[in-house]
């Protein structure tokens, strides 16, 4: 079956401009994740969808990085006014088991760049 | 938060050696994977292994929760094993894994 998809692959954009990223996790996966991946500072978790409850949003970097997920499924990070320090490669992953015991499946990300 | 160190963070390799990477977390965890980041990025998964030992091919993986580290071994390596190695963790506290640093391996022909 289908993997985790993410639009666009690659993403240039000028310094103060807004930006939206997608994700398309594995059908009938419940759980969606976003991390960024960054030379400074690592992988690193941004926020966390699991079915109808609020997400966790305890590692996005400011409030200019937002992100929804429309019936369960899609889901899109948005970075408002981007800085360079934005720059960095953006991956989703999702599970298919709330449970502790999930493997989470990464997508192949989207490489954001700011000028 | 749970804290996950990874060694070496380099290894250059001849084809058909074998080794050894370590990951290390600070504390006890509901998940622990092992991924290959290819050339290309991409995250490939390896192992999921909070715990014992599971084996893949030429690729095993031994977690030993009560000592809090996991080794990941590759055997008769190739030079399409080559790229990043990451492990990450789960505690009980969250949701998101915690990535370690990783380990970049080369081998070379």
């Known amino acids: 079956g289908a993997g985790v998809s993410q639009s666009p692959s690659n993403k240039v954009t000028e310094k103060g401009k807004d930006v939206e990223l997608r994700c398309d996790p594995i059908s009938g996966h419940t759980a969606l994740y976003w991390y960024r991946q960054s030379l400074g500072q690592g992988l690193e978790f941004l926020i966390y969808?699991?079915?109808?409850?609020?997400?966790?949003k305890s590692g996005l970097p400011s409030d200019r990085f937002s992100a929804e997920r429309t019936g369960g499924s899609v889901s899109t990070l948005t970075i408002q006014r981007t800085q360079q320090e934005d720059s960095a490669v953006y991956l989703c992953?999702?599970?298919?088991?709330?449970?502790?015991?999930?493997?989470?499946?990464f997508g192949p990300g989207t490489r954001l760049t700011v000028l | 938060g749970i804290q996950v160190e990874q060694s070496p963070p380099d290894l250059i390799l001849q084809e058909g050696a074998n080794s050894t990477l370590r990951c290390n977390f600070s504390?006890?965890?509901?998940?622990l994977q092992w991924f290959h980041q290819n050339p290309w990025g991409q995250l490939i998964n390896l192992f999921y292994?909070?715990?014992g030992t599971k084996q893949n091919g030429r690729l095993s993986a031994t977690t030993v929760a009560t000592e809090r580290y996991s080794l990941l071994y590759i055997s008769s390596s190739q030079t399409t094993d080559s790229g990043v190695y990451f492990c990450?963790?789960?505690?009980?506290?969250?949701?998101?894994?915690?990535f370690g640093s990783g380990t970049r391996l080369q081998v070379q022909p």
């Open positions: 969808f699991q079915g109808n409850s609020a997400p966790d």
């Open positions: 992953a999702s599970s298919l088991d709330p449970t502790p015991a999930d493997t989470q499946y």
């Open positions: 504390d006890s965890v509901n998940n």
């Open positions: 990450a963790a789960r505690d009980t506290g969250r949701r998101a894994l915690t």
């Open positions: 292994i909070p715990s």
